[in-house]
């Protein structure tokens, strides 16, 4: 059995991968499910290929986990990456596939509900894959949204295998802002399905 993936032009190791197992005795466990990559990452890579941002735009990553949806966009756009999240045990995992896919990013330990209309305005895309799973979730990213559109020039992409939590943040949005809210799936052999909240730059 392979302990690798390839999809979509990258090398995803599996947690069954010798280093995977090296990094978890390193670092710890994740505390907040970074603890792997999730298939709603596939979603947004799929999403962007077809709706893809402008070359070397500079991207956010929030609730990176292990990094695979913005080290793509590095790859495939040449993006200029930050990658966010609250859980540091996660960031050996991102770096680690940063340089074995041969793309830079910048970490950025923090709470997406902390992110500050001054901090947004330094991207031109924000994104996030399976990042609104409990009930509690669903207000801040709301509001993480509302910045992007106050601020202006962020868009904001999403994707979620399909969770109470992210529909109701998703289909505020749709209310509120002129978002795009879709199903959408990823064919074999990568099998992803899910939704995806777009909300273009205001
Ligand atoms: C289910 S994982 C998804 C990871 C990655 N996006 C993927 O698709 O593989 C959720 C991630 O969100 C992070 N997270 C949870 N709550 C957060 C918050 N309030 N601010 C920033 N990151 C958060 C977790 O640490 C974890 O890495």
């Known amino acids: 059995m392979s302990h690798e993936r390839s999809a979509f032009g990258l090398r995803i190791m599996k947690n069954s991968h010798s280093d995977m197992r090296k990094l978890r005795k390193q670092t710890g466990e994740a505390t907040i499910h970074g603890n792997k990559f999730w298939k709603s990452t596939y979603l947004i890579m799929d999403y962007l290929r077809e709706f893809p941002p402008k070359k070397r735009a500079r991207i956010l990553e929030v609730g990176c986990g292990w990094g695979l949806a913005g080290i793509f966009c590095a790859k495939e756009f040449k993006a200029k990456l930050t990658s966010l999240d609250a859980d540091d045990t996660v960031f050996p ?12 990013v910048k970490t950025w330990k923090c ?5 500050r209309k001054a901090d947004l305005e330094k991207f031109d895309l924000v994104i996030g894959a399976d990042i609104c799973f409990w009930d509690e979730m669903t207000k801040p990213l709301y509001n993480l949204v509302k910045r992007a559109q106050k601020v202006g020039g962020v868009r904001v992409v999403m994707t979620d295998p399909g969770r109470e939590p992210f529909r109701k943040m998703a289909e505020r949005c749709m209310e ?6 879709e199903n959408w799936s990823v064919p074999h052999p990568n099998n992803a399905s899910g939704l995806v909240l777009d909300v273009p730059a205001s």
Do not use: G, S
């Open 111 to 115: 709470r997406y509900e902390n992110i």
């Open 176 to 181: 509120d802002f002129d978002a795009d809210y």
């Open 93 to 104: 995992y991102l770096v680690y596939h940063a340089t074995l896919n041969d793309v830079k």
